[in-house]
């Protein structure tokens, strides 16, 4: 039923969107994890989770700047590939 809502929900979203939440997903169950199932968390899992996001703000910050003009080529192909 999840996956139904998700598949939804891609559509009116952007693709950078959707690549942020899908790597921060591990951060996301261990905070689960550890509020509902009372797992412990350890250095290892912290620094794991700090690298994650660090290379998710980079990422994102890198491709934020090229967002637009990507974005804009986007849309005048898929108009253009539907005739409009």
């Not at 700047?65 to 990507?70: A, Q, R, V, W």
């Amino acid at each position: 039923m999840v996956l139904s809502w998700q598949s939804v929900a891609q559509k009116y979203t952007t693709a950078v969107s959707v690549a942020f939440l899908f790597s921060l997903e591990p951060i996301f169950s261990a905070i689960f994890a550890f509020f509902f199932l009372k797992e412990i968390v350890g250095l290892n899992s912290y620094t794991g989770a700090a690298l994650i996001i660090a290379g998710v703000l980079i990422a994102n910050r890198s491709m934020s700047s090229s967002e637009p003009k990507k974005r804009e080529e986007m849309v005048s192909s898929s108009l253009s590939n539907r005739g409009g």
